[in-house]
Nanobody, 122 residues
Framework: QVQLVESGGGLVQAGGSLRLSCAAS????????IGWFRQAPGKEREFVAA???????YYTDSVRGRFTISRDNTKNTVYLQMNSLKPEDTAVYYC????????????????WGQGTQVTVSP
């Protein structure tokens, strides 16, 4: 089993930046693919970004060029650097782990964190 804990959320004005962290414990973290998802009130959970064991990354179109996903396997941590934030980025952000492959589909992920709130004011 893998336990994931997100942190780094908060309130920021439009145009500002936040860095989210996803800390993992349990099985060997470096062998997992990690995805970030988000869910706004009244909306479905959506894919944001993902990184595989070798560092290959994927982003949803709405965040490409603004967000950067990275990982530090020595710290069992994945980061999501969010720049040029917009009000529409407001959501609860979740990280998730998949041991098999990188994916944009939430059904591919086996382990999920509790989420961290990101609020972007106009």
């Amino acid at each position: 089993q893998v336990q994931l804990v997100e942190s780094g959320g908060g309130l920021v004005q439009a145009g500002g930046s936040l860095r989210l962290s996803c800390a993992a414990s349990g099985r060997t973290f470096s062998n997992y693919n990690i995805g970030w998802f988000r869910q706004a009130p009244g909306k479905e959970r959506e894919f944001v970004a993902a990184i595989n064991w070798g560092g290959m990354t994927y982003y949803t179109d709405s965040v490409r060029g603004r967000f950067t996903i990275s990982r530090d396997n020595t710290k069992n941590t994945v980061y999501l650097q969010m720049n040029s934030l917009k009000p529409e980025d407001t959501a609860v952000y979740y990280c998730a782990a998949d041991q098999h492959s990188i994916s944009t589909m939430e059904g591919s992920y086996d382990y999920w964190g509790q989420g961290t709130q990101v609020t972007v004011s106009p």
